[in-house]
């Protein structure tokens, strides 16, 4: 059974750095990327980044482009979400998901495969 476990949130102060990290063990297919969402306080959530099955693509949100950083090593079946330059708008519940496909449109489906999410907070 598919199964995927973020780690590596926590408290930050703004301008400061955090490494999310998400194991994928199980069957995956049929999913061929893995995505990168989070959900603030009363807000809807949105997609942050996703990554192509191989690596060889990806993608992010415009307000997270040059400061976050999708990676995945496929040896270790993890993909990690290294997030830079945080801001207190960032704060927010992140959840990795496993999806069909990675493209520009980041949006969450109830047909992905979703984490229990790691909370992240930015505050000084």
């Known amino acids: 059974q598919l199964q995927l476990v973020e780690s590596g949130g926590g408290l930050v102060q703004p301008g400061g750095s955090l490494r999310l990290s998400c194991a994928v063990s199980g069957f995956t297919l049929p999913y061929n990327a893995i995505g990168w969402f989070r959900q603030a306080p009363g807000k809807e959530r949105e997609g942050v980044s996703c990554?192509?099955?191989?690596?060889?693509?990806?993608y992010y949100a415009d307000s997270v482009k040059g400061r976050f950083t999708i990676s995945r090593d496929n040896a270790k079946n993890t993909v990690h979400l290294q997030m830079n330059s945080l801001k207190p708008e960032d704060t927010a519940v992140y959840y990795c998901?496993?999806?069909?496909?990675?493209?520009?449109?980041?949006?969450?489906?109830?047909?992905?495969?979703w984490g229990q999410g790691t909370q992240v907070t930015v505050s000084s």
């Open positions: 990554v192509s099955s191989r690596g060889s693509s990806s």
């Open positions: 998901a496993a999806m069909f496909r990675c493209s520009g449109a980041i949006i969450p489906s109830s047909r992905h495969y």
